[in-house]
């Protein structure tokens, strides 16, 4: 990536960080299926809801969570391997 690629990353990410727009909503996923998608427990999607870690959309009493929110927050908390350089 390129140092103008890498900026325009950052900018994209940090302006509304967590918050898809409207032409980002893959898909809206109910907790169960959300929980299975991070590999957690509804419970702890739950409690991370509760938190504040993720954002969420309400219908109505319902709760939905985007696929968008959850790629970014698993691209957000991936931590990357070191590159081994050649010697």
Do not use: C
């Not at 909503?25 to 419970?43: F, Q």
């Not at 504040?52 to 219908?59: C, E, G, I, N």
């Amino acid at each position: 990536m390129s140092p103008n690629e890498i900026t325009r990353e950052r900018i994209k990410h940090s302006s509304r960080a967590g918050i898809p727009s409207a032409q980002d909503h893959r898909r809206l996923l109910t907790i169960a299926d959300a929980a299975e998608y991070l590999g957690i427990s509804a419970g702890t999607l739950r409690n991370w809801l509760s938190a504040r870690r993720l954002a969420y959309v309400k219908v109505g009493r319902l709760t939905r969570i985007s696929q968008s929110v959850l790629d970014h927050y698993i691209a957000e908390h991936t931590v990357r391997a070191f590159e081994q350089s050649e010697n």
